[in-house]
């Protein structure tokens, strides 16, 4: 005989069979004893049927193996709902981000420069006088921290339509090649964030600042981190004045620096949309 | 320290090289090299901004002038206790308005910011010309300033005040 056993009931099923030395075949106990064993595997399987907890423990031991109390909640179940809910949540905050994208072709800058993308990183070049001017920039952590900070605390403070717009200022790097020398010249250059300002137009720094400034191999190659690196930080003033004149002359002026910021914030907000187009697909898929 | 120079605008080509040499001159002519300066170089839009926060004047002009220094006595230095107050001030000039007043009168653009950058100082230094006796002492202060730098550079700049009455 066994006994089978559901935890939390306080009922029992159980089958008991009878063994016999007769011939099983043709006794009328037999009969009854088919009978009585039918009745109780029906009642068996609707036992089954109906305990959530037999059931959990058939689930539970196919897919969670994880020790711990056992969740009348089915977790399968649980991940396609949250994924469904993640889902729908994407396609809207996708039609909201297309609303109010400004730009659904890029600004153009002005000053003649070729425009490459390849995927986060812009590279803007140029030809002055036989020189070449090239400036990279990534749109990729882009957006200064003390923005998104403040448009934190405003949204418990503000309504939306008067929360500031999302800027993006990267770094960006300039270099200038000549045909004659054999490196180029490179500036690693910031937008300053100034403590005072908050879009309120007392701003009191440079539009842009050279941070550093170091000769380095020509076109693509490794960046040499033995070459010299002037820092600007402690750098006379006058001579800082010079080279921000030299890149004026060069087109990377105060004119430049804003449209870059145009630019880069027009790029960093369709990467946005796409990267929350591509999630969205990831999610949906099976 | 010394001059910390400041171009917020972009409707002017600066030379800031230029501009802060022409600045390191009159200090020198002033005799002011130990004392900070700011000078900050701004468009229409937002020195108009200033003027009208700080003197109720709702229209852009050359200079600005914010003197660390309170009631100092005309031309006479400042004799500061401290590092901290070894500065005279800052001096906002209005280049794009400057620049218009070039074009207008054939100058030459760095020249005429020289003379209006001459102009900020002396109010930097005690000089008002809300009287005729102060517009008076401000004029021969600002022409010996220009005297003098046209005979170290060669150039031939004039004061910027040439009539009296206060700044428009």
């Not at chain 2, 002033?30 to 003027?51: A, E, M, P, W």
Request: aromatic residues 8%; contains cysteine; negative net charge.
């Amino acid at each position: 005989s066994f006994v089978i056993f559901s935890k939390g009931m306080s009922a029992s099923a159980h089958i008991a069979t009878k063994s016999s030395t007769n011939s099983f075949l043709e006794s009328e106990d037999l009969n009854a004893a088919v009978r009585h064993v039918c009745r109780d595997v029906v009642a068996l399987v609707a036992l089954l049927y109906c305990s959530p907890v037999l059931h959990c423990i058939v689930t539970s031991s196919k897919e969670d193996r994880s020790p711990g109390p056992i969740s009348l909640i089915n977790p399968f179940h649980l991940l396609k709902t949250g994924d469904k809910a993640f889902g729908e949540f994407l396609l809207d905050e996708i039609k909201e981000e297309k609303k109010i994208q400004m730009n659904k072709s890029l600004p153009k800058m002005s000053g003649g420069w070729e425009q490459e993308m390849n995927g986060t990183e812009v590279k803007l070049t140029r030809q002055v006088s036989g020189e070449k001017v090239t400036v990279t920039f990534n749109v990729n952590n882009s957006i200064p921290p003390n923005f998104e900070e403040e448009v934190e605390q405003g949204q418990q403070q503000k309504p939306a339509e008067d929360e500031p717009e999302i800027v993006s200022s990267p770094n960006f790097v300039i270099e200038v090649t000549k045909q004659g020398a054999k490196y180029s010249l490179v500036f690693d250059c910031h937008f300053p964030e100034d403590e005072m300002s908050h879009g309120d137009g007392e701003e009191e720094n440079d539009i842009f600042a050279i941070r550093e400034v170091s000769f380095q191999p020509e076109g693509d190659s490794d960046w040499k981190e033995t070459s010299y690196t002037l820092n600007t930080d402690s750098l006379d003033w006058a001579l800082y004045d010079h080279m921000m004149d030299f890149l004026a002359d060069r087109g990377v002026d105060n004119t430049f620096a804003d449209e870059l910021v145009e630019l880069s914030t027009a790029i960093e907000h369709q990467e946005y949309i796409k990267f929350l187009e591509d999630l969205q697909s990831f999610v949906n898929c099976k | 320290m010394g001059v910390v120079l400041r171009n917020l605008q972009k409707v002017v080509p600066l030379r800031r090289a230029r501009l802060r040499r022409d600045v390191d001159t009159l200090r020198h002519i002033l005799g002011i090299q130990k004392f900070d300066l700011g000078v900050i170089c701004v468009d229409n839009r937002r020195i108009q901004q200033i003027n009208s926060v700080y003197r109720k004047k709702d229209a852009p002009t050359d200079v600005l002038s914010f003197p660390f220094h309170e009631d100092l006595r005309p031309g006479k230095l400042p004799c500061p206790l401290h590092r901290d107050e070894l500065n005279l001030g800052d001096i906002f000039l209005g280049v794009e308005f400057v620049m218009k007043q070039c074009q207008e009168e054939s100058l030459d653009l760095h020249g005429a910011l020289t003379a209006v950058t001459a102009h900020g100082i002396c109010h930097l230094l005690g000089y008002r010309h809300e009287t005729e006796e102060e517009w008076t002492e401000m004029l021969q202060r600002e022409r010996y300033i220009l005297t003098e730098y046209n005979r170290l550079t060669g150039r031939r700049l004039e004061p910027l005040m040439k009539r009296p009455g206060p700044d428009t």
